[in-house]
């Protein structure tokens, strides 16, 4: 008998990155290393071109081509092991000027932490225990304002297309189509009235069963970016699987279980023992009571 508390995932088996331009790897560092507490992949996207910052089993992908970061409308969650220690760090992150002349605020209610990033994009942090999710540390969901009357054609692509059951649901009063992308990973497409849709060079990358069946379909709607060498392709249109009218415009990177990135061992810090930026802070507290103060540290 079907049980309901295990809910299908689909064809989409895991969401694995974020991939948004930066123009400031040295903010990038100050902002998800010293503030949230992530870990640099040391061994992928780790040179001055690109930055990769491990979150338990995702990722953000930063590349740097000397571009502006391009506003991005909707909301990356996130889950992490201690709210307390990120609020701190990004407190004296702040009080230290850090973040002057960025976009960057943060709002605590409590179980989540609503942040806008020195980049300008949305992130809200939720404390592990209070959003469904398998492991402590992770992105579980992405939120992207449509266009309202568009969510009956989204969910019909992502089930005729991409063979996930999406659902149509209502998330804090709107209408929304809710794909799942993995294990207590979603994308929500929520109906909203915006001034802008644009989501730019934004994408994220998934990993799907039914690879070629999958590309080989994008290609009979015209709807490939690329030739869809090795195991990844790119496409970024949503479309009325019948007409074949575009929806929605959202880059999406699709990669077969046989790459060699799929379920790759990532290298984190959370869970932490101890306060990680501790020495950090002490040598920053006596640089500030002491301006002429050398340190090797």
């Known amino acids: 008998m079907h049980d309901p508390s295990f809910p299908e995932v689909g064809s989409i088996v895991h969401f694995e990155h974020v991939n948004f ?22 061994y992928k996207r780790a040179d001055e071109t690109n930055m990769g910052v491990n979150v338990g089993m995702q990722q953000f992908h930063l590349p740097r081509r000397g571009n502006a970061t391009s506003p991005f409308p909707g909301e990356i969650g996130l889950v992490v ?13 702040q009080s230290l000027g850090k973040f002057d002349d960025t976009p960057f605020q943060a709002t605590d209610d409590g179980n989540t932490l609503q942040i806008i990033s020195p980049f300008g994009i949305e992130l809200r942090l939720h404390a592990f225990g209070t959003l469904s999710f398998l492991r402590p540390l992770g992105i579980a969901y992405l939120d992207i304002p449509v266009p309202p009357g568009t969510t009956g054609g989204i969910r019909a692509f992502y089930r005729e297309i991409m063979q996930c059951p999406a659902e149509i649901e209502e998330l804090a009063g709107d ?10 990973q979603h994308i929500h497409f929520r109906e909203c009235e915006r001034d802008t849709y644009d989501t730019h060079d934004f994408h994220a990358a998934v990993y799907v069963s039914g690879f070629n069946a999958l590309r080989d ?41 046989y790459h060699p990135d799929f379920m790759r061992p990532l290298i984190n810090r959370w869970p932490m023992a101890a306060e990680p930026f501790s020495d950090q802070a002490a040598v920053m507290a006596a640089l500030q009571e002491h301006p002429g103060l050398a340190t090797s540290r």
Do not use: K
Request: charged share 25%; hydrophobic share 40%; aromatic share 12%.
């Open 175 to 184: 209408r929304a189509v809710v794909v799942p992308v993995g294990p207590y």
């Open 217 to 257: 379909l994008l290609i009979s709607h015209d709807s490939l970016m690329g030739d869809a060498l090795e195991q990844t392709f790119f496409f970024d249109r949503i479309f009325d699987p019948g007409s074949g009218e575009t929806l929605f415009r959202f880059q999406h990177e699709v990669r077969g279980l």
């Open 21 to 42: 331009e930066v123009d400031d790897h040295d903010m990038a560092t100050v902002f998800f290393m010293g503030g949230l507490g992530f870990t640099r992949d040391p």
């Open 81 to 93: 092991p201690d709210l307390t220690g990120i609020r701190n760090r990004l407190a004296r992150l």
